[in-house]
């Protein structure tokens, strides 16, 4: 049965930017910043929600780790929903549900509400940000308003992860944990007003049946996987804790692929994801946010533990950061315009590595500061050159009814790349670390920097290598 849609944005949108499509755009960005806000704003707050509300300490990471296995594990399945019965309708619903959780955690007085609100946020979350993606990418054709539009979202969303940590600071000190909650229900309420009259329906009319045997496979691997990663941050790579789920979850995802061979209707046609722009474009994403949100961390750690920042004040030294993300999202769509998409993650990638690599430079004393805030400029704007660039190569050449698909894929990849840099960093400064004191987490530190830098520069050259004319346009 051929595949229609239901006014498809993509043959009717103009050249240029109508007051109608801007409002979408600001609709669609406002939703995608809040949800990117929600992964951090509470990192900063967790000792103080845990003595307020009498949450066991070794317990704690759970009000993070709800949010990232349902963040994560169901992404891939909202995606191909939102493709099936409605992008709009999925991405309303969603929205609903992010706002009434929110409210929820605020006006938690138990750890059981509170982690029940989170998993709730976490679902919310995986339906949203695939259905917005799909609606942002169904709503402008391929082209210099799709990278524009793409360019705005990564910008937003990077810079979203930075924001909320410092607002998460600032609450915190100056209202209450519970504003790190509350905040997203007028934003929620507010779009939820306007977006019915101004972003257009966009699913498939033939409504085939969704298919549930990939759907259970492949969201239990990737629940499995991300329970994995988490425990091994906390429990060590070598723990059964963090071996059993990884393992079970590795088994899930073979088995889910095995199950898509024969599908009828496949949740994840493998023809997708034999499209090289598809798989070594979520690669680089997958690298990219790996690497930035885990570099966050190691120098979290540096300027608190080596230098004596405060939480907030570390926070704080990140706003350089942030401005290089919206610096490298507004650009991207320039460079993208005269390089092509392939060169474009090949020059982010280098400048990102070099930024990483001269971290390696930092010392001991508060007089090292300006590096660390020149690098991680520079680094920001190089990582949303290739978040851009891998945006805009995962979603090109496929049809509108594969954008949620598409979408949903490069969701997946970002929070398992969110999800994994941190463990995977961790393990890598904690070994490292020799002896006590300043000069042996500063060691540790170091060691873990120049993974990470590795890491960027093998990304970009699986770039450099696997994309070379995947498509016209990616030169």
């Known amino acids: 049965m051929p595949v229609t849609e239901v006014e498809p944005a993509a043959r009717t949108t103009p050249a240029a930017l109508t007051p109608r499509l801007r409002l979408v755009l600001v609709l669609l960005l406002a939703a995608q910043f809040m949800l990117a806000v929600d992964f951090s704003i509470l990192n900063v707050a967790l000792p103080v929600i845990g003595e307020g509300l009498g949450f066991p ?3 704690l990471q759970w009000i993070a780790t709800s949010f990232a296995l349902c963040a994560a594990g169901f992404t891939l399945l909202f995606g191909r929903i939102a493709d099936l019965f409605g992008r709009r309708r999925l991405f309303l619903g969603g929205l609903a549900v992010l706002g009434v959780a929110s409210l929820a955690g605020g006006l938690a007085q138990t750890p059981e509400v509170l982690i029940a609100a989170r998993v709730l946020q976490g679902l919310a979350t995986a339906a949203v940000t695939p259905a917005g993606l799909s609606l942002l990418t169904t709503s402008f054709p391929e082209g210099p308003l799709r990278e524009r539009a793409l360019g705005l979202n990564g910008a937003l969303m990077s810079a979203g992860f930075t924001t909320g940590a410092i607002l998460g600071g600032l609450l915190t000190d100056l209202l209450s944990w519970r504003w790190a909650f509350f905040v997203n229900v007028p934003v929620a309420l507010a779009v939820l007003v306007v977006a019915p009259t101004v972003i257009k329906e966009s699913r498939r009319e033939d409504h085939p049946k969704l298919d549930v045997p990939g759907a259970v496979t492949v969201t239990l691997g990737l629940l499995a996987v991300v329970l994995g990663l988490t425990r091994a941050g906390e429990k060590g790579w070598g ?12 088994a899930l995802l073979l ?3 095995a199950v898509e061979r024969r ?10 994801l034999n499209k090289r722009s598809v798989a070594w474009g979520n690669v680089a994403g997958l690298i990219a946010f790996l690497t930035e949100t885990s570099l966050v961390f190691l120098l979290t750690l540096y300027l608190q ?5 405060s939480p907030l004040a570390a926070g704080l030294s990140f706003g350089v950061l942030g401005i290089g993300t919206v610096i490298g999202g507004s650009t991207a769509p320039k460079v993208i315009g005269r390089l ?6 090949i020059t982010g990638g280098l400048l990102q590595t070099v930024s990483t690599a001269s971290l390696l430079g930092l010392g001991d004393t508060r007089s090292w500061l300006w590096l660390l805030l020149l690098a991680t400029f520079t680094g920001g704007i190089g990582n949303m050159l290739v978040i851009v660039a891998f945006m805009v190569t995962a979603t090109s050449g ?9 979408t949903g894929l490069a969701t997946m990849t970002q929070q398992i790349g969110i999800t ?11 070994a490292a670390m020799t002896g006590t004191g300043t000069a042996a987490v500063l060691g540790g530190l170091k060691t873990a920097i120049t993974v990470n830098a590795a890491i960027v520069l093998l990304g970009t050259l699986t770039s450099a290598v696997f994309l070379r004319g995947s498509r016209p346009g990616t030169r």
């Open 263 to 272: 599908a009828p209707a496949p949740l994840v046609p493998l023809g997708v």
């Open 398 to 406: 496929l049809a509108d009814h594969e954008q949620g698909l598409a």
């Open 305 to 309: 533990e080596v230098l004596g920042f």
């Open 420 to 430: 994994m840099g941190t463990p995977i960093m961790s393990a890598v400064a904690t």
């Open 255 to 257: 088995a889910f692929h």
């Open 57 to 59: 300490l070794g317990h």
């Open 340 to 345: 092509g998409t392939r060169r474009t993650l």
């Open 239 to 250: 723990s059964p804790d963090a071996l059993l789920p990884l393992t079970a979850g590795l």
